[in-house]
T-cell receptor, first 112, second 111 residues
Framework: EPEVTQTPSHQVTQMGQEVILRCVPI?????FYWYRQILGQKVEFLVS????????KSEIFDDQFSVERPDGSNFTLKIRSTKLEDSAMYFC??????????FGPGTRLTVT | DQQVKQNSPSLSVQEGRISILNCDYT??????FLWYKKYPAEGPTFLIS?????DKNEDGRFTVFLNKSAKHLSLHIVPSQPGDSAVYFC??????????FGAGTILRVKS
């Protein structure tokens, strides 16, 4: 069964450093998303991506964040200068249409 | 942001019985509702969904009911199995865009 994959599973970085979280969506999907879940809080939307551009972004997704689909398979989230409050689980999701989204296993980002 | 609420933090059910998880929403623009199951250290796994034009959708042991006038949906699992023990998230979207999640309900199925 096709699935969304994410790497790395756990990333530890120092405050102020850049991180890139990687995702491989399900191959025939067209819509891509990033969500995050801070420990003890809800899963919250960051950004959606369709047709090689951002279709929607949340207030959280400020200038420190960027997304890219560098080739036909990968979808990346870059945080330019990490802050302590960026520590969270980051989930990538994809969907074939505007319906159910399928999530990856997540990357745990720890900022020290 | 309290657009999607799951007011029960946890639920404990005996194996074989029915589990009923509830979800309320406030945004009348939501037109698609989903339930996800999540184990620790894993991503949310899609379970079942329902469009706002329906009031019921069934898939095996899982049934979702939607009451639009009350802005309420519920997930029924019958019969409940120990492997169903997980966190269940209700989510909603408007026009097929971002998902708005509830806080989740921890389901424990006792054998």
């Amino acid at each position: 069964e096709p699935e969304v994959t994410q790497t790395p599973s756990h990333q530890v970085t120092q405050m102020g450093q850049e991180v890139i979280l990687r995702c491989v969506p399900i191959s025939n999907h067209l819509y891509f998303y990033w969500y995050r879940q801070i420990l003890g809080q809800k899963v919250e939307f960051l950004v959606s991506f369709y047709n090689n551009e951002i279709s929607e972004k949340s207030e959280i997704f400020d200038d420190q964040f960027s997304v890219e689909r560098p080739d036909g398979s990968n979808f990346t989230l870059k945080i330019r200068s990490t802050k302590l409050e960026d520590s969270a689980m980051y989930f990538c999701a994809s969907s074939g249409g505007q319906d159910e989204q399928y999530f990856g296993p997540g990357t745990r980002l720890t900022v020290t | 942001d309290q657009q999607v609420k799951q007011n029960s933090p946890s639920l404990s059910v005996q194996e074989g019985r029915i589990s009923i998880l509830n979800c309320d929403y406030t945004n009348s623009m939501f037109d698609y509702f989903l339930w996800y199951k999540k184990y620790p250290a894993e991503g949310p796994t899609f379970l079942i969904s329902i469009s706002s034009i329906k009031d019921k959708n069934e898939d095996g042991r899982f049934t979702v009911f939607l009451n639009k006038s009350a802005k309420h949906l519920s997930l029924h699992i019958v019969p409940s199995q120990p492997g169903d023990s997980a966190v269940y998230f209700c989510a909603a979207s408007a026009g097929g865009n971002k998902l708005v999640f509830g806080a989740g309900t921890i389901l424990r199925v006792k054998s």
